[in-house]
């Protein structure tokens, strides 16, 4: 069982910078792949990207690669969204989930799903 808390969301500027982070109980953190996804009320939860369990690996939707990084700390069981040249798209209460071994763009891949945190980008 893993729980998963994220924190940092809250008001930017266009063009501004937010940082996510995604606090994951467990003993087993580096055994699970990270994803970030995100919904803006009346949409479908969208993905935005996935680091492996060792860090090694990372992938992006098209919609922020170059903008956004996902990053992991293994020994303090935390991932990371790293948020670059924000844009009143990217408003929306982002998610981060877990599932075994390997990463995944698929909603329907991931196990473990945090509350969510909302990011609000202001034009």
């Known amino acids: 069982q893993v729980q998963l808390v994220e924190s940092g969301g809250g008001l930017v500027q266009a063009g501004g910078s937010l940082r996510l982070s995604c606090a994951a109980s467990?003993?087993?953190?580096?055994?699970?792949?990270m994803g970030w996804f995100r919904q803006v009320p009346g949409k479908e939860r969208e993905f935005v990207g996935f680091?492996?369990?060792?860090?090694?690996?990372?992938y992006y939707a098209d919609s922020v690669k170059g903008r956004f990084t996902i990053s992991r700390d293994n020994a303090k069981n935390t991932v990371s969204l790293q948020m670059n040249s924000l844009t009143p798209e990217d408003t929306a209460v982002y998610y981060c989930?877990?599932?075994?071994?390997?990463?995944?763009?698929?909603?329907?891949?991931?196990?473990?799903w945090g509350q969510g945190t909302q990011v609000t980008v202001s034009s």
């Open positions: 680091i492996s369990g060792n860090g090694g690996r990372t």
């Open positions: 467990g003993r087993t953190f580096s055994s699970y792949a």
């Open positions: 989930a877990a599932r075994t071994w390997l990463g995944s763009s698929s909603i329907n891949d991931y196990n473990y």
